[in-house]
């Protein structure tokens, strides 16, 4: 894969609630580094989960390098494209309770 990614009007919902995105076109070009920012539940994970296809799309298409990505075995999709997500974790007791490990807490401490 070069890794050329077209969104192509493509509408999402998850079933009983409202669309999270309505007719969304996208193209990014290969080797260009994307980051999606926008407040919680504007759609960022969902349009990740749909390029590697934990939702398939049901109008419109995905393509990357100009091949629709159902066209593409899922083993071979997930293997070549990376994803890091923003997960948020909270913790019971205090900072420093959470980052007792000397490591870390040196490290909190060098910031």
Request: hydrophobic letters at 40%; a negative charge.
């Amino acid at each position: 894969m070069q890794g050329k990614i077209a969104f192509e009007e493509i509408p999402f919902g998850y079933e009983g609630f409202a669309p999270v995105l309505n007719n969304i076109n996208l193209k990014i070009r290969a080797g260009e580094t994307v980051a999606f920012v926008s407040p919680s539940s504007a759609g960022k994970t969902t349009l990740c989960s749909l390029l590697l296809r934990f939702y398939e799309v049901t109008q419109g298409n995905i393509r990357i390098d100009e091949m629709n990505i159902t066209d593409i075995t899922l083993s071979c999709l997930r293997s070549n494209i990376g994803i890091v997500r923003q997960d948020v974790y909270l913790f019971s007791g205090s900072i420093r309770e959470n980052i007792a490990d000397d490591e870390i807490w040196e490290a909190a401490h060098r910031a």
